[in-house]
């Protein structure tokens, strides 16, 4: 069974710094994109950045510049570097992967459970 596990949500103050990582774990043949979304309180899952297996990335507008995406294949993690956050950037953040898993046939979408991260003076 695959599964996805986030860590490194909290509390942060204005300006600060966080750092979020998934680990991507079970019977794994080969991952495809991964990437970060973010939900807040009365709104829709966003997109806040993905990497793909050739290392491509994107980012909301949102947080260009500010936000680092990076994975390390050997690991089956990503992470998401966040720097100068603000708190509209305060919403519970999903991890995402497309894996296809051993013994399967094609490429699946799998979610973590979310990590809070709070940016409050």
């Known amino acids: 069974q695959v599964q996805l596990v986030e860590s490194g949500g909290g509390l942060v103050q204005p300006g600060g710094s966080l750092r979020l990582s998934c680990a991507a774990s079970?019977?794994?043949?080969?991952?495809?994109?991964m990437g970060w979304y973010r939900q807040a309180p009365g709104n829709q899952r966003e997109l806040v950045a993905a990497i793909r297996s050739t290392s491509r990335t994107n980012y909301a507008d949102s947080v260009q510049g500010r936000f680092t995406i990076a994975r390390d294949n050997a690991r089956n993690a990503v992470y998401l570097q966040m720097n100068s956050l603000k708190p509209e950037d305060t919403a519970v953040y999903y991890c995402?992967?497309?894996?296809?898993?051993?013994?399967?046939?094609?490429?699946?979408?799998?979610w973590g459970r979310g990590t809070q991260v709070t940016v409050s003076s």
């Open positions: 079970g019977s794994i043949f080969s991952i495809n994109a």
């Open positions: 995402n992967a497309g894996i296809r898993a051993v013994g399967d046939y094609e490429y699946r979408d799998y």
